[in-house]
């Protein structure tokens, strides 16, 4: 249908009531608590009033307005305030470790931190009913952003990289988000469109759309990430699905990031913006932590004991020291899938300085690591304990796959018994490259070297080498017997490795 100029002048009338209509705390609002990106209620629950035939919803600081016509569903919002942190202290175990006979230093163990318990909940509200009026809109609450459909015929307003938009003229034709289509959308972020919807008309007209400056854009695609369970390698086996399913909860601060994640209850963390320290957080079994875009662990630490189904992506990690432990450590922990993450620090001092970037230890299993970036450090990777723990570290099962290694002196990685699958990875301007030892069976696949010396080597460990690009280094290990790996995966020709492998590191958008 389209506007003719008795709907314009209607919708010119009722301008001034919806100007006038009061948006405070108790009056038709759903505020968002800004510090966490949840929904809370304050001291009346919030609803969709009607009013003038009109309702407003006023989400966050200048977020989207919504004027609908009469009969539009309530929505209401759960309350977001999690239990009381309980603090506990726990001693570390020791990581002794003697490489000497190839130049890499001791494990050392490390004091962990004084951790809380329990994230944040919160409750989603539930679809709105619909109003009895054909073609009024429909108001919800999912996911805790407003979305607003219009009446037989009108277009979908979605998001568009971070900001509310909306379709006009008489279209179902939908604005999508970066990485897909996705429902409609007005997101809460400062600035963002408002959208108004006369009485029976088709259109949806956004007026003052402007680019949300808050992040508006990345609940959907955040919500995405959250939602895939690992796809490859060991941990794709038996089901490595982190915290889909738990609460959601963003955090900014080494305390917030703490609380948030040592618990085992299903839990979906996001890390926004940098945070630094000189610790090393314990995380909670059925965990998901997830970087915003720029998200960053400067000397802060992750450390997965004795836990399962864990999933790390899309954040940084650096300079860790080594008093407080690994930049990320995984021991007697399964179901554990790491992926697209750059981990570092530096090679401006002794080998010691820092422990390791990544260390899988005390019979991990079904570990997987890829689309990662490790690089600017002394010993990057350890698979075992030690030497005398082989009998522990046997039933070790990890894959890297499609990671970047730069600028490292060695263990890329270092496998001490247990089984490794390491495939479609790049290797570049370093100088030891993978060892396998005491007894280590690894599957070596399409990998490439460059300006590595010791591309392959052993120390009283086995490999089974196919189709790699050695560059100027060399496959010196004894012959394996690990030669096919128990999981469907797709892999790359050796020449296509270094294209694949330039998105590695903490390079999702979202």
């Not at 239990?83 to 202290?89: A, F, G, I, L």
């Not at 992750?302 to 690994?326: C, E, Q």
């Not at 990662?372 to 890297?400: P, Q, R, W």
Request: charge should be negative.
């Amino acid at each position: 249908m389209r506007f003719s100029v008795v709907s314009v002048s209607l919708l010119a009338a009722l301008v001034p009531f919806v100007a006038a209509a009061p948006t405070c705390e108790h009056q038709a609002n759903a505020t968002e608590d800004a510090s966490i990106g949840k929904p809370i209620v304050g001291a009346s629950t919030p609803n969709v009033t009607e009013g003038a035939g009109t309702a407003n919803v006023t989400m966050g600081a200048g977020a989207a307005n919504v004027t609908v016509p009469v009969g539009a569903g309530n929505a209401t919002e759960g309350n977001s305030d999690g239990p009381e942190n309980d603090k506990t202290t726990e001693e570390d175990d020791d990581d002794s470790d003697d490489e000497s006979d190839d130049g890499e230093g001791s494990e050392n163990g490390a004091g962990e931190p004084t951790e809380g318990a329990g994230p944040n909940n919160s409750t989603e509200a539930p679809k709105g009913e619909e109003g009895p009026k054909a073609g009024t809109g429909d108001l919800t609450e999912g996911a805790g952003a407003a979305n607003a459909t219009e009446g037989a015929g009108a277009g979908n307003a979605t998001e568009g990289a971070g900001a509310g938009n909306a379709t006009p003229n008489n279209s179902t034709e939908e604005a999508t988000k970066g990485e897909g289509s996705k429902t409609v959308d007005l997101t809460e972020g400062a600035n963002a469109g408002n959208v108004t919807a006369p009485a029976e008309a088709s259109n949806a007209t956004a007026s003052n759309s402007t680019e949300a400056n808050s992040g508006a854009g990345n609940k959907a695609a955040s919500t995405e990430l959250a939602s895939e369970a690992a796809n490859i390698g060991y941990a794709s086996q038996g089901g490595t699905t982190g915290g889909i399913g738990g609460a959601t909860v963003t955090v900014s601060t080494l305390e917030e990031l703490t609380s948030a994640v040592a618990s085992d209850d299903a839990k979906i963390v996001i890390v926004s913006g940098a945070i630094t320290g000189n610790t090393v957080i314990r995380v909670g079994s059925n965990t998901s932590i997830l970087g915003k875009s720029g998200a960053s662990l400067t000397g802060v630490g992750l450390r997965i004991l004795g836990k399962t189904n864990v999933i790390v992506r899309n954040i940084k990690i650096s300079k860790v020291l080594a008093s407080a432990g690994d930049a990320l450590a995984v021991q007697q922990s399964s179901k554990v899938w790491l992926d697209h993450l750059d981990l570092s620090s530096d090679r401006d001092h002794d080998k010691d300085y820092y422990d390791g970037l990544l260390d899988i230890t005390r019979g991990s299993t079904q570990v997987t690591v890829s689309n990662s970036y490790l690089h600017d450090h002394f010993k990057a990777s350890l698979v075992g304990h030690v030497d005398t723990n082989a009998e522990e570290d046997k039933v070790i099962t990890v894959t890297y796959a499609l990671n970047k290694w730069e600028n490292i002196n060695s263990r890329m990685p270092s496998v001490r018994a247990g089984t490794s699958h390491i495939y479609n990875n790049l290797f570049l301007n370093s100088n030891d490259g993978i060892n396998t030892r005491v007894g280590a069976q690894i599957l070596v696949e399409n990998n490439v070297w460059e300006g590595v010396s010791k591309a392959l080597y052993s120390t009283e460990g086995f490999a089974v080498s196919h189709n790699n690009n050695f560059g100027e280094g060399a496959n010196t290990a004894p012959q394996g017997t690990f030669a096919k790996a128990p999981y469907d995966y797709d892999l790359l020709d050796v020449e296509k490795v270094k294209e694949a492998v330039a998105s590695s590191g903490a390079t999702l958008a979202f």
